[in-house]
């Protein structure tokens, strides 16, 4: 896909429920082009097809989200190309498309074919987000969860919806993080949920320096919700195995440990 290999895309993704809708509008707001159709929740709606079918196949190819593409299957990396360029076939903006505005979109799903993107936009830049874990183990967003968890773990998910959750986020986030840093090196970037919400934190300043958009305005995007520390209203014995589900050394690399 040689149309594809100067474009320098931004991708933000995450787990579900994590506030990718408020980053790519922050991102939008200082001069991201972002391709139509789009629902509701800011994703992209050309490239629902792609991550339906491929991140779904290949998880069950892999049962990781840190996988070389150059080890999937001759067919399926065939496969991945087309669907790839047929949900690009004129989708930039015109801004994009002329080089006069950085292109870029927002999907949470996009975290499960990040080597895939990162081997057809050799420009690519990754924005990944995280909420702390324990918090999300509590979410109502389970859509991420009830359709890989089995594809990840090769096993039906646990009864307790809090320690499927938490389990999900520690593994996901953790391999996402790895093969960004390995594929993308000083072009990924982790944003964490909460510092996005404290405004004395240099975090979103730092990010929209690092993408190199043309403006700098992140104030009054993000503010904490009622939600943030949730986790911490249950009971002890609760609480502790949703730690352990998540994941000491997961909840560690993010920050929240």
Known sequence: MKSLSNLGAIVVGGTGGSGTRVLAGLLAA??????????SAEDWLGLQRFLRLWSKRILAETASLDYRFEDLPRAMRRGVEADLAAAFDGALPAAAASGAAP?????????????????????LSFVHLVRDGRDM?????????SLYFELLFGEPEPEDARLSAARFWGRANLEAMAAGRRLLGTRYHLVRFEDACDPASPALPGLV????????????FFAAPESAGRWRGLPPDEAAAVVAA????????????
């Open 30 to 39: 200082n001069g991201m082009a972002m391709p139509e159709p789009r629902n």
């Open 209 to 220: 320096a690092a993408l190199g958009l043309p403006r700098s305005e992140t104030a009054g």
């Open 103 to 123: 292109f870029g979109w927002k999907n949470p799903r996009s975290i499960f074919v990040l080597p895939a993107l990162a081997h057809f936009l050799p420009r």
């Open 137 to 145: 183990a509590l979410s109502k967003n389970d859509r991420q969860n």
């Open 246 to 257: 998540a994941g000491p050394a997961a909840l560690a690399a993010f920050g929240y440990a």
